[in-house]
T-cell receptor
Framework: SQKIEQNSEALNIQEGKTATLTCNYT??????LQWYRQDPGRGPVFLLL?????KEKRKERLKVTFDTTLKQSLFHITASQPADSATYLC?????????????FGKGTHLIIQP | GAGVSQTPSNKVTEKGKYVELRCDPI?????LYWYRQSLGQGPEFLIY????????DSGLPNDRFFAVRPEGSVSTLKIQRTERGDSAVYLC?????????????FGPGTRLTVL
């Protein structure tokens, strides 16, 4: 069956360090992979999208990689700040034509400690 | 500009009752999505509208769930004979169109509690 896995345990990182979050998937052929941020009591907020033929995408302190051989995406936050503390969700859009709803992982709760 | 709004923000109901959840998308967005998020889980796709029509309702869990978007703007998610397992946050999102790369903008959600 199709599965998206994110580390469900909280990730504690010291301020200033790089936080790296992992998203693994099985039995998918994603055309796109997206990363979202979700704060408590709020809806997810889009951060970055990466296509299947792209290896890496950057936006300010954020970097996403996409390895379709390993079936994995890594999400990096450099020079992390306490304000980066949130839950980060990866979401897949499958190939096959047409637009569909996103398929989300469970998310990883990131805590940046001062 | 205004984002996606959802009302009510919280809804408490009793098992067996009928509820309606409303979503106001961003003006001009033709695509509208409903998701359900249980505690500790990611959002789960329910249904997607392109304009007034439901383009994909494959995520609706059963026939107690129904959604409409009669004028291609506001959408209502309707749940009949609610069950305790329906308790979750119901999220609505809209996007400019239905392309793969069109960003989905989420509302704050409606927290539904079925007692």
């Amino acid at each position: 069956s199709q599965k998206i896995e994110q580390n469900s345990e909280a990730l504690n990182i010291q301020e200033g360090k790089t936080a790296t979050l992992t998203c693994n998937y099985t039995n998918y052929s994603p055309a796109y992979l997206q990363w979202y941020r979700q704060d408590p009591g709020r809806g997810p907020v889009f951060l970055l999208l990466i296509r299947e033929n792209e290896k890496e995408k950057r936006k300010e302190r954020l970097k996403v990689t996409f390895d379709t051989t390993l079936k994995q995406s890594l999400f990096h936050i450099t020079a992390s700040q306490p304000a980066d503390s949130a839950t980060y969700l990866c979401a897949l859009v499958s190939s096959g034509g047409g637009a569909d709803g996103l398929t989300f992982g469970k998310g990883t709760h990131l805590i940046i400690q001062p | 500009g205004a984002g996606v709004s959802q009302t009510p923000s919280n809804k408490v109901t009793e098992k067996g009752k009928y509820v309606e959840l409303r979503c106001d998308p961003i003006s001009g967005h033709t695509a509208l999505y409903w998701y359900r998020q249980s505690l500790g889980q990611g959002p789960e796709f329910l249904i997607y509208f392109q304009g007034t029509g439901a383009a994909d309702d494959s995520g609706l869990p059963n026939d107690r769930f129904f959604a409409v978007r009669p004028e291609g703007s506001v959408s209502t998610l309707k749940i009949q004979r609610t069950e305790r397992g329906d308790s979750a946050v119901y999220l609505c999102a809209s996007s400019l169109s239905s392309g793969y790369t069109d960003t989905q903008y989420f509302g704050p959600g409606t927290r539904l509690t079925v007692l």
